[in-house]
């Protein structure tokens, strides 16, 4: 039953919070502005929203409470999911299950951290998560996201000849489309020189190989296809979904560190979608740092292992090119929701609102959680512009 | 490297004896007592095929370097950057993998010049200060192998 999502849940809101590195606000009132904004983007009414579901890791307000802050009296669908950017995706796949089987009418997704005023990716002010593999890492000092990432990455650097400047141009074509994004955190331009000059974070990861720490929030309100047709938006149908097993240092059972969970996760979705890679018009792909593009980019099949860096150096990944990918400069440039900005960038690809950086014809897109390692589990979905 | 700053670890009732070997210095490995796979980190059920009778067994002490990083940013108190943390693969079983320190010049601070994917490692053991009352922990280190006789 590969295909039995296929086409049946479509986003048909999408809400933002402005992006900041101090919102002053709690994550609670975060969600409800994004929420807010979504339910009027799509032409619902307050009241409308059955369903709720969102990801976090001990650092957002509690589905329910943003359930009953509401007013949902009679909540139908409710999804509270520890994880990161693995996660992102499973959210939305999770809304799409509960719609198409009847569970709830409109479910919203949303993610909402002050990323950066509160609980800091990086490490500072944070305390682990409640993670049991914690107790091996922590005693070395080895226990955020860039150095965990760093460790894979190295591998696969090392693996394939990736370089310094084949990084380095991921952050600058990412950092292109973010000029052409109003949005974007990271407006200016980025040059190779500023690039390598900048400093190290943890080898081999420079200042620019790594996300943005923002305060925002993102919603998106998924419905049945069928409601879809009635309200104001031109509907993006969940086309395919995929979970997918991961990496992690503590596996047991992938002694290569140099391949995503996307390698497997992608046959199972382009099955439930119908569709090949050569099909995807856009490709949104979480971009926690670089290299993650380029692993990305081989696995999901685009190109040969190992061709990553040469895609990119190429052009196929800039707005205009073979493949655009993250076009709204994703989380090195636009800002950091957590994967959730893809999605919503995707949509409004598909719904051709784009303005400057729209992807012409765009019909058929992709967007990706972390791709596995760290967290042990990525998701994906493909998106496809409704009628 | 100070007490009072270095974060401790936290085992579990899972890990507390592969953590009190550590103190013996002996690193373990559970071994499934019908498949026969190793496995770390502590888990009372075989990944392989499902057996849940396992024993500890002493590990080769062996590795190669899988990956390192240099970090360079204050990721947490106790640690001066830069410093080296390595993931070894384990000569015993090719899909377990431990992050721990690395101590090649043996003063603590590191850059990684000397390492590579693949070099041979050797494990070496770091009897940590500890809070007085508090149980005692000894971390991994590891170092370039001194010889590839087994
Ligand atoms: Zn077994």
């Keep these: ?387 | 490297m100070s007490a009072s700053e270095r974060p401790l670890p936290v085992p579990d009732r899972d890990s507390l004896p592969w953590w009190k070997a550590l103190v013996r210095h002996e690193l373990l490995l559970q071994r499934c007592a019908s498949c026969d796979a190793l496995r770390w980190p502590p888990r009372e059920l075989c990944n392989r095929c499902g057996t849940l009778d396992w024993t500890w067994i002493p590990a080769s002490g062996r590795g190669t370097v899988a990956s390192w990083v240099v970090n360079h940013h204050m990721f947490g108190p106790g640690f001066r950057a830069p410093y080296v943390v390595v993931a070894v693969r384990l000569d015993d079983q090719d899909d377990i993998v431990m992050p721990g320190a690395y101590w090649g010049s043996g003063d603590g601070t590191e850059d990684g010049a000397d390492l590579a994917i693949g070099l041979p490692l050797e494990v070496d053991f770091d009897d940590i200060d500890v809070p007085s009352g508090s149980e005692p922990i000894t971390l991994l280190r590891w170092r370039p192998a001194r010889s590839m006789a087994p």
């Design chain 1, 1 to 387: 039953m590969a295909d039995a999502l296929r086409d049946k849940t479509a986003i048909v809101g999408v809400g933002y919070t402005e992006y900041s590195k101090n919102s002053g606000v709690s994550t609670l009132t975060l969600a409800l502005r994004a929420i807010r904004a979504a339910i009027d983007d799509a032409g619902l009414a307050h009241g409308d929203i059955d369903g709720v579901a969102c990801h976090r890791v001990g650092d957002s307000v509690q589905a329910v409470i943003v359930a009953q802050a509401l007013g949902i009296r009679d909540l139908r669908y409710h999804a509270d999911m520890f994880g990161g950017g693995a996660t992102s995706t499973q959210v939305l796949i999770s809304a799409s299950m509960a719609v198409a089987s009847g569970l709830a009418d409109y479910v919203v997704c949303w993610r909402a951290i002050n990323a950066r005023s509160e609980w800091r990716m990086g490490g500072t002010g944070r305390a682990a998560p409640d993670t049991v593999e914690f107790q091996y890492q922590v005693p070395y000092g080895f226990v955020t996201p860039p150095q965990q990432f760093a460790m894979y990455s190295h591998a696969y650097m090392h693996r394939h000849g990736v370089t310094a400047e084949d990084l380095g141009r991921v952050a600058i074509f990412q950092r292109g489309h973010a000029m052409k994004n109003e949005r974007a955190m990271m407006r200016g331009p980025l040059t190779m020189d500023d690039y390598l000059a900048s400093r190290w974070i943890v080898e081999p990861f420079r200042l620019f190989d790594c996300c943005l720490e923002t305060d925002a929030a993102v919603a998106l309100i998924v419905t049945s296809a069928e409601r879809a047709r009635d309200l104001r938006r031109r509907p993006v149908l969940v086309s395919g979904a995929a979970y997918g097993g991961g990496h992690t240092l503590f596996s047991n059972q992938r002694a290569d560190l140099t391949t995503t969970a996307a390698r497997e996760l992608s046959t199972r979705l382009y099955a439930s979608a119908g569709i090949g890679p050569a099909d995807v018009d856009v490709a949104e792909f979480y971009d926690a740092f670089t290299p993650l593009v380029l692993m990305q980019l081989e696995d999901f099949g685009f190109c040969a292992p190992g061709d990553g860096a040469a895609m990119v150096a190429d052009g196929a990944t800039s707005i205009g090119g073979a493949l655009p990918v993250n076009t709204h400069g994703g989380h090195l440039s636009e800002g950091y929701v957590h994967g959730l900005n893809h999605v919503a960038e995707a949509v409004a690809q598909l719904r051709g609102s784009c303005g400057d950086r729209q992807v012409d014809g765009a019909e058929v897109a992709l967007s990706t959680g972390q791709p596995g390692y760290v967290a042990g589990c990525s998701s994906a979905v493909v998106l496809k512009k409704g009628s």
